[in-house]
């Protein structure tokens, strides 16, 4: 069965820190990838996504994501994170020509100010 | 403009009762998700809509769970003789088309309590 990992579930970081959270899927074939933010309160909301192309995506507020295909990884990246961007994260898979979304158990991220 | 609701925000219930949770998506969208997400876990898919029509059921945990969509608009989850392992947030979404290219659109959800 298809399956999407997070294997941090909770990440503490101060201001000004660089943010990696991990992604890895299970599926073999051709997928499309996203990572979706719930603030707290808030609804989720699309961060970035990947179909095709460019293997490096960037995504609102500073977000970016690499698709490692050798890797079945997609990990979040950000240079420097502030202190709103504390939230939940969730990497999403969808297998290419179905409608069917995997999602990940998420990553609580907390930035310390 | 307006966005994915649903009602009831939160729902305490009595194991062994019927429960209905109500999603409205945004006006124009033909593609309608749920999703439940229990404590701890990601986001577990229960089955999609196109239009009024559900072409794959099999994310439905249990012959309990059943939903339906009318006039292509709001869609109706229901959990007959609800259990404990029940318990969770109901998530709903929208999107304009089922293609990945069109973004899902959630709603607030429903928590639901069995006690």
């Known amino acids: 069965a298809q399956s999407v990992s997070q294997h941090n579930h909770h990440v503490i970081l101060s201001e000004a820190a660089s943010l990696e959270l991990g992604c890895n899927y299970s599926y073999g074939g051709t997928v499309n990838l996203f990572w979706y933010v719930q603030y707290p309160g808030q609804h989720l909301q699309l961060l970035l996504k990947?179909?095709?192309?460019?293997?490096l995506v960037k995504g609102i507020k500073g977000f970016e994501a690499e698709f490692i295909k050798s890797k079945f990884s997609f990990n979040l990246r950000k240079p420097s994170v502030q202190w709103s961007d504390t939230a939940e994260y969730f990497c999403?898979?969808?297998?290419?020509?179905?409608?069917?979304?995997?999602f990940g158990t998420g990553t609580r991220l907390k930035v310390l100010a | 403009g307006a966005g994915v609701s649903q009602s009831p925000s939160n729902k305490v219930t009595e194991k062994g009762k019927d429960v209905e949770l109500r999603c409205d998506p945004i006006?124009?969208?033909?593609?309608l998700y749920w999703y439940r997400q229990s404590l701890g876990q990601g986001l577990e898919f229960l089955i999609y809509f196109q239009g009024n029509s559900a072409p794959d059921k099999s994310g439905l945990p249990s012959d309990r769970f059943s939903a339906e969509r009318t006039g292509g608009s709001v869609s109706t989850l229901t959990i007959q003789r609800t259990q404990q392992e029940d318990s969770a947030v109901y998530l709903c979404?929208?999107?304009?088309?089922?293609?990945?290219?069109?973004?899902?659109?959630f709603g607030p959800g429903t928590r639901l309590t069995v006690t």
């Open positions: 990947y179909f095709s192309g460019d293997p």
């Open positions: 979404a929208s999107s304009l088309a089922k293609d990945p290219g069109y973004e899902q659109y």
């Open positions: 999403a898979v969808n297998r290419a020509g179905t409608y069917k979304y995997i």
């Open positions: 006006s124009g969208h033909t593609a």
